[in-house]
């Protein structure tokens, strides 16, 4: 009978110990931030993102801690695969606050249901991918900020880019939310120019050939296509656009420079020649200091990014963190919001902050929020690259994207 | 006043009684269970209290699955399908139309159930292969549907659901409470006498049809129940998730439920439970194992669930909790004695057939058949195989529909087309194969043709035991006992059916016929395969049966049988009729012998 009651007593010590333990050791506490992203479904955007976040908070705290007010924390980044489901996205933002998270660093699925559930406890996310318009709101959701070129803001830049050719335009979207948001936004975009648009038409993201849908678009009479649509997608409306030797400018958003593109035309390395994107730009106004600094940083972290492609030289290409920069920059603001709180408990007060704080973004841009704006990307911030021989270039025939330069994307030897 | 009050304690007494007589250490180990469940939110943190929610409420859509699988032996594959109608019905209710959980809850159960009724008023007399076919399709048809219609569906980014009164503790209680009343209801029925019909259903559909048991009635109840059950489980867990996501709607989740349902054992009220667990728990070692290697095992779920599946097939589709019940000592059933029962009279009708014809295609069957059966009498019909006897028991029982001709029962027209309303107007007609129901006692298997006895044993009552539908169950048990008794059979009343002789599985088969209070009854060759002294035990309970005033007509090859006990013989050959008149009189004829009886005596 002692020896049962002995055993009882070490049990309930053994769970009031773990209980106690986790999430802070000493006097240092350990404050987690999420990263909410499609890890097993589009492993390259997930995996980035969390890169991105690790690399700022691996520079505040070094291999230490940090001191925020009398006391020190330290951050971790914890991965929630969203898988591209929404459910699974506002489930893994549950787990995440159990967890203890502080922030989420979101892809953007599920945000429609998370953020009033984050709302709740005043927890910031914030949206390093998707430009969904209506995914952000101060009003209504005010815990919700994005640091990323916007739907609305890449639809337009198209249109001013594309309308003055006087091309006849196929729309393509796939069923996905960054799908049928792209469409949303193209829509709006192109909505004065129907002459311009032949077909819209959407891609069904689980179709093994898009060659009915391509060939439908080819009927229609366009002599160029916007492919907004998942990077996978955008590869199979490609295969099937060049085999049927459909050979039309396409257009796409930042999904096109996903290395998946590449890897899935590696056979026909000509035929991703002439794909253009628009994606918000890497290199500030001030220059090209600032990103190559951050470039170097993120290379010495986690090595180069390589595409799994080569150029017809030999070379082997590699990935610029682009998606890692947002990233980098939103958990860079949360830093200082909580900083500025002075105490990373009190969530209102780091919320509120996250309005007040202003710092500089990975490639020397500002980032900042305020009561009325929570994008931290200037809408037309957008420029548009090329590619060629595997690696892509600022196009020439644009005003803003001629001032840009060439971000290497060759691995040094 | 007083009496209603004195007549509701004594009620409540009796259900004690009984239920405290019934009670097993299995109950006390449910209840503890389920006490222990009531307070685990007190220590489990929000975030495990809301999974645990969310999966009860996949448990409560698997146990609503039972019904149409365990209970009523339909292969549904689209309980996904159910659910995702109350869910996106919730969903567009809360978020669109700004409705109250309760109310979003309930209308997204009604839609589930009035699709689950139009779906069963189409499907359940299909055959199992293609009732499975049918209901797969229906899970995918939801399912493209949700992705073609966006503004139904929310497209990709799905249907958010603003927060309401129900917190997860809520969420997690009323699950909780859902998944104990559907398993003790499923428990209830699946004892009581829509699940002994269902049993019969399921195990042997013509022999269940011919007692009289309401095949399509049962079969859609059980059907729609699963649909209710789906679609309220799909209201409540799309509201506790906060958005309805078309994607967690495919038909894979159909395909997972029933895999967990057939896993754990689909007829009994706690295998949903264990399969659900058993693949929740591999799931999520595939997870943690895929965790550790840096690889998402998502799309591997199917692949594990379709792998359970086979290996249940494959191990002849028990499941979990039969297969662990085999190591819980069974209590050993006995058989109070009852009350003696008045001694029972069957009440004989005279069947008369004129002029019936029945013809398939070019050939025919039957030619102008004729006879009379009066009460307390015997009428064999003999005749070589093919000669169309068995055509005509068809046709007299109702499972067939004659070209022409009548049927009278004391001089009324028997106008009823349905087997069941035949036997209800009191023709009873026992098969010519052995077609016991294996998995009941001998008692249970004549319990099924006392269904249409029932005045009580509707699925509600059942589930709720009321005292009528009590005492009703103890009526009719005490008759079967008896009936059980006259065919020489009340020590094994206990026995499964599967576990009798061959002779004594046909007297059990009898016995349930005679259970449906016939006024005629029609008997196929029931001394087929018979010894010598199972042949003349059969000769003196129909001796005694016709003593006691039924009407009966005896298609049997044995002669012996028939010369003993039949007062008359009716010959068929070719459909014709070749003979009419005592035994001993068509023995002489020469047509016959040269027909049928060649070298044998009648």
């Given at each position: 009978?002692?020896?049962?009651s ?15 333990g ?54 971790r ?46 927890v ?27 739907d609305?803001g ?34 709006a ?11 819209r ?16 678009a ?6 160029a ?111 200082a ?16 902050q ?7 973004g ?17 809408d ?34 | ?21 019934a ?74 139309a ?39 399709l ?7 549907s ?32 859902l ?50 059950i ?30 967990a ?16 667990a ?24 199917p ?10 097939l ?9 297969w ?15 009350p ?65 001709g009548?049927l ?67 009526r ?64 003196r ?62």
């Open positions: 009978m002692r020896r049962l002995l055993l009882a007593m070490s049990c309930c010590c053994l769970v009031f110990a773990s209980a106690c986790g999430s802070s050791s000493g006097s240092t506490k350990t404050l987690v931030i999420a990263v909410n992203a499609p890890f097993s479904k589009t492993p390259y955007i997930g995996t980035t993102i969390a890169n991105g976040a690790k690399l700022a908070i691996d520079e505040l705290q070094g291999s230490g801690t940090l001191p925020i007010g009398d006391k020190s924390y330290r951050f980044i914890r991965r929630y695969d969203t898988g591209g489901s929404p459910a699974a996205a506002v489930r893994n933002v549950r787990r995440a606050f159990s967890d203890g998270a502080v922030a989420i660093v979101d892809e953007g699925t599920g945000v429609d249901a998370s953020w009033s559930i984050a709302a709740d406890d005043d910031p996310i914030g949206i390093v991918y998707q430009g969904g318009i209506d995914l952000v709101d101060p009003q209504e959701r005010p815990n919700v900020f994005r640091i990323v070129p916007t609305h890449i639809a337009y830049r198209l249109a001013e880019y594309l309308l003055p050719k006087r091309l006849k335009i196929a729309i393509l979207h796939d069923d996905s939310g960054y799908g049928e948001e792209g469409a949303k936004a193209l829509a975009a192109f909505s004065g120019a129907d002459d311009a648009v032949t077909t038409i959407t891609l069904p993201s689980g179709a093994t050939d898009l060659a009915p849908q391509l060939l439908a080819r009927r229609s009479g366009a002599n296509v916007i492919v907004w649509a998942q990077a996978p997608v955008i590869a199979k409306a490609l295969i099937a656009a060049r085999s049927a030797g459909w050979d039309v400018p396409f257009y796409t958003p930042p999904a096109g420079a996903d290395p998946i593109v590449r890897q899935e035309l590696a056979d026909h390395p000509e035929w991703i020649d002439g794909l253009t994107f628009a994606s918000g730009r890497m290199t500030a106004e001030e220059g090209t200091a600032p990103y190559y600094t951050f470039e170097g940083k993120y290379r010495q972290a986690f090595g180069l990014e390589r595409v799994g492609v080569k150029t017809r030289t030999g070379n082997v290409v590699i990935q610029p963190p682009e998606h890692a920069m947002y990233a980098y920059d939103f958990v860079n603001v949360l830093a919001a909580i900083q500025a709180a002075g105490d990373p408990t009190d969530r209102a007060k780091v919320l509120a996250m309005e007040e704080v202003t710092v500089r990975a490639n020397g841009d500002e980032r900042a929020f305020n009561e009325k704006n929570h994008e931290g990307v200037v037309d911030d957008v420029y548009f690259a090329r590619f060629h021989d595997m690696t892509f270039a600022p196009v020439e025939d644009d005003p803003l994207s001629s001032t840009l330069p060439t971000v290497s994307q060759i691995e040094p030897d | 006043m007083n009496a209603v009050a004195a007549r509701t304690t004594g009620a409540f007494g009796a259900a004690l009684t009984e239920a405290r007589r009670w097993r250490w299995p109950a006390t180990l449910a209840t503890a269970a389920f006490v222990v469940a009531l307070f685990a939110p007190l220590v489990l943190s929000r975030i495990q209290t809301q999974e645990l929610a969310a999966w009860l409420y996949l448990a409560l859509a698997a146990i609503g699955l039972a019904f149409a699988v365990g209970l009523a032996g339909m292969p549904s594959l689209c309980e996904g399908a159910f659910m995702a109608v109350g869910a996106f019905t919730a969903a567009q209710l809360r978020s669109k700004g409705a109250d959980p309760v109310s979003a809850t309930i209308a997204g159960a009604a839609l589930a159930t009035a699709a689950g009724a139009l779906l069963g008023i189409a499907f359940v007399r299909l055959g199992r292969v293609l009732f499975a076919v049918a209901t797969w229906v899970a995918w048809l939801v399912a493209l949700l992705a073609a219609f966006p503004e139904l569906s929310g497209g990709a980014r799905g249907l958010p659901i603003r927060a309401g009164a129900f917190t997860e503790t809520i969420h997690y209680e009323l699950a909780l409470v998944v104990a009343l559907a398993a003790l209801v499923f428990f209830a029925i699946a004892r009581g006498a829509p699940g002994l019909a269902l049993a019969a259903l399921r195990v042997r559909p013509p022999a269940a049809r011919v007692l009289g048991v309401p095949a399509t009635r049962l079969r859609l109840g059980a059907f729609v129940a699963s649909a209710g789906g679609g309220l489980a799909g209201a409540l867990a799309v509201q506790l998730a906060g958005i309805a996501d078309p994607a967690g709607y495919g038909p894979f989740l159909s395909f997972k439920l029933f895999a349902v057939l896993l754990g054992g689909a007829a009994t009220a706690l295998g949903p439970l264990a399969g659900l058993a693949i929740s728990a591999l799931f999520h070692i595939a997870h943690w194992i895929g965790n550790l290697e840096n690889v998402s095992t998502t799309r591997f779920e692949m594990i669930a379709a792998a359970l599946l086979l290996f249940v494959g191990i002849g589709g028990g499941g979990i909790v039969p662990l019940r085999r190591f819980v000592p069974a209590r050993t059933a006995t058989i109070e004695a009852s003696a029962p008045p001694p029972r009279r069957f009440a004989g009708a005279t069947f008369a057939a004129a002029g019936i014809r029945k013809s398939f295609g070019g050939l025919a069957a039957l030619v102008d058949l004729s006879l009379t059966a009066e009460p307390g009498t015997i009428v064999a019909l003999i005749g070589p195989n093919g000669s169309g006897k068995t055509t005509a028991l068809r046709i007299f029982s109702g499972t067939l529909v004659s070209d022409g009548r009278t029962l004391d001089g009324a027209p028997l106008i009823a087309d349905t087997t069941t309303e035949r036997v209800r107007s009191g023709v009873a007609r026992t098969l010519q194969r052995t077609a016991v129901f294996d998995e009941l006692t001998a008692l249970e298997n004549v319990l099924v043709g006392a269904g249409l006895e029932r005045g009580y044993g509707g699925a509600i009552r059942s589930a709720l035991a009321t005292p009528k539908e009590r005492a009703e169950t103890e009719l048990r005490g008759e079967a006992l008896d009936i059980l008794d006259l065919v020489g059979l009340r020590a094994a009343a206990s026995t499964p059916a599967a576990h009798l002789s061959s002779s004594d599985q046909r007297l059990t088969m009898l016995a349930a016929a005679l259970a449906t209070r016939p006024r005629v009854l029609l008997l196929d060759e029931p001394a087929a395969g018979g010894s010598a002294e199972d042949v003349a035990r059969l000769a309970l129909l001796d005694a049966l016709r003593g006691d005033g039924l009407t009966i007509v005896l298609v049997e090859h044995n002669l012996r049988l028939v010369s003993a006990v039949a007062e008359r013989v009716v010959v068929l050959d070719g459909g014709r009729t070749i003979a009419d008149g005592p035994p001993a009189e068509v023995a002489r004829e020469p047509t016959v012998r040269d027909a049928y009886l060649g070298t044998h005596r009648l």
